[in-house]
Structure formats: C-alpha cells, structure tokens
C-alpha cells in the first residue's frame, strides 16, 4: 500500500505547464485554427462494388492562419506560435 502512494507523489502534475488562456473568458482547454484560401486535394479510388475509399489528402493554405478561443471567438493569434510549438 505504500508503494502506491509513493508512485502517485511522484506522478504529481507539473504546476508550472505554461498553458495557453483566453483572457476574455479564462478557456483554457478549446481553440480554433482558422485557414484562409485553403485548397484541400483528396485522392479516392473506386471499388469494384463502385463505391469510393479515400486515399489520402494534401492541403495548401495561400492566406492567413488565426487562432481563436473555441469558447468565446475571441482572437488569440497572438498565441499562435505556442500553438504550433506544442502541437505533436
């Protein structure tokens, strides 16, 4: 029993997680990445039944990227180099 309490004292959550926060509303969990002039190609093959599978897809963005709260819209492109740098 008390290896058990030792392993979730270890397992304690970091408290210094430099997490992204709307400071209109304070969500800190939902966002949006918005793409202006996006061209999406998506490759599909067709069955012998005639339906279709898709077979992958390419996306090319020729405008801007925004990033906004998913709770409030409010802008946050400010943030969105974080974003992208925590994305894996």
Do not use: W
């Amino acid at each position: 029993m008390e290896l058990i309490r030792e392993n979730e004292r270890r397992q304690a959550p970091r408290k210094n997680v430099m997490r992204i926060k709307c400071p209109r509303c304070g969500n800190d969990g939902d966002f949006l990445e918005v793409a202006d002039g996006v061209v999406l190609t998506t490759r599909y093959v067709q069955n012998e039944d005639g339906s279709f599978s898709q077979e992958g897809d390419e996306s090319q963005i020729l405008g801007e990227i925004k990033f906004y709260c998913g709770e409030c819209n409010a802008d946050l492109t400010e943030f969105h180099q974080r974003f992208l740098e925590m994305l894996f």
